[in-house]
């Protein structure tokens, strides 16, 4: 518990259900060996990844005006990626 709590003010937030925290890290394949959990992290990454999504289309639209479209979605592919995602994470200290 003290682990989720120094993550909590790590990212200076409040977890008010804790039982969604431990569904967003639970990955599918745990639920082989525990049947008693029935809940994984799939959908909850599916709605991060349209969230992540928005928050950087929404930047790059008002960052830069007359970046054509198609410009706009390479770089947001190319910022949402995984390693990219990572190396925002690490600049501040979540990962």
Known sequence: MEEVLAFEQLLRVDISDYSLLATALTHRS????????TEDN??????????????VANY???RFPDMAEGEMTALRAALVREDGLA???TAVAVG
Request: charged share 30%; aromatic share 10%; hydrophobic share 45%.
């Open 30 to 37: 745990y639920l082989n060996e525990h049947p008693e959990i």
């Open 42 to 55: 799939e959908r909850l990454e599916f709605l991060g990844d349209a969230v992540v999504d928005l928050v």
């Open 60 to 62: 790059l639209f008002r």
């Open 87 to 89: 190396g925002v994470c």
